[in-house]
C-alpha cells in the first residue's frame, strides 16, 4: 500500500511539471489552449474563438518602454517636489503642492478623500514606476532574479489605481468655480502631472510582458530539460 502511495505521488510530480512550449497559451478570456504563432512587429494574435487580442509583437520594447520609465521617473519628482497651483486674492498668494493638497483635506476633516487623494495620486503612480523600472533592470541582468516575476505579476494591479488624469479633473473643475474669486497661477508641477498621464499610458503601449517571462528563470532549474525529455521520442532515458 505504501509503494502505491508513492509510485502515484511520484506521477503527481511529474505531471505538474510546466510546458516547455511557450508558444503554447490559453486565452485568458476563453480558455482555448492555442499555439501562438510567429507574427512581424506590430501584428497582433487574436484568439479564433472569442477575438480577443492575445498578444502583439512589439518592436524593442525593452528600450522603449525604458525610455519612458526614465522619463516618467523624473517627470514625477517634478511634480511632487515644486508647486502645483497658487492663487492670489486680495493681496495674498498661496501654493500647495499634490502632497500639500492631501494634508489640508486631511487637516479639514475629509480623511477619507485624502487618503484616495494620496493612494491614486502619489503613491499608486509610485508604485508603478517603481515596478517598471525594477522589471526592466532585472530583465537586464543575465539571469533575471525571481523577483521580477513578483513584480510582473502585481504590476496590473499599480496601473489600476494610479488615477492622475481623474485628480487633474477634479483640480481642473475646481478652478473653474473659483477662476471668479481668485487668480489662479499654474505651476510647473500642473504640467509635470498632464505630461506624466502620457508617459504611464505609452510605458503601458510599449511593454510586452510575455518577453520577460521569456527571460524570467524557471523555478526549477531542470524543468526544461526534463520536459525536453519527455518532448523528444528518440531520447534514450526516455525510451528506457
Not at 501562438?36 to 487580442?53: L, N, T, Y
Not at 499634490?98 to 503612480?125: E, H, N, R, T, Y
Not at 508604485?127 to 530583465?139: A, M, R, V, W
Request: aromatic content about 8%; hydrophobic content about 50%; glycine content about 6%.
Amino acid at each position: 500500500m505504501g509503494g502505491i502511495t508513492l509510485q502515484i505521488q511520484n506521477r503527481h510530480s511529474d505531471c505538474n511539471l510546466p510546458l516547455a512550449d511557450a508558444s503554447l497559451v490559453a486565452c485568458p478570456h476563453c480558455d482555448l489552449l492555442q499555439r501562438m504563432p510567429e507574427v512581424v512587429p506590430g501584428a497582433s494574435v487574436r484568439c479564433p474563438r472569442c477575438d480577443k487580442e492575445l498578444w502583439r509583437h512589439r518592436e524593442d520594447s525593452f528600450n522603449r518602454t525604458f525610455a519612458f520609465t526614465l522619463a516618467a521617473l523624473i517627470l514625477y519628482v517634478i511634480a511632487n517636489t515644486v508647486p502645483m497651483l497658487g492663487l492670489t486674492a486680495v493681496g495674498h498668494e498661496a501654493y500647495t503642492t499634490v502632497i500639500g493638497g492631501a494634508q489640508q483635506l486631511w487637516k479639514d476633516g475629509q480623511q477619507i478623500v485624502a487618503g484616495l487623494v494620496l493612494f491614486v495620486a502619489v503613491v499608486s503612480p509610485a508604485l508603478q514606476i517603481g515596478f517598471q523600472l525594477l522589471i526592466l533592470i532585472g530583465c537586464r541582468r543575465e539571469r533575471p532574479p525571481f523577483w521580477v516575476g513578483m513584480l510582473l505579476r502585481h504590476l496590473r494591479l499599480t496601473r489600476t489605481w494610479s488615477m492622475i488624469e481623474v485628480m487633474l479633473l477634479g483640480v481642473l473643475v475646481a478652478l473653474t468655480k473659483i477662476a471668479d474669486y481668485a487668480t489662479v497661477i499654474p505651476g510647473v508641477a500642473l504640467f509635470a502631472l498632464g505630461a506624466l498621464v502620457f508617459l504611464l499610458a505609452a510605458m503601458q503601449a510599449c511593454f510586452d510582458p510575455r518577453e520577460v517571462w521569456e527571460t524570467v528563470a524557471w523555478a526549477e532549474p531542470d524543468v526544461k530539460t526534463v520536459n525536453s525529455k519527455f518532448q523528444n521520442p528518440d531520447s534514450k532515458q526516455c525510451s528506457k
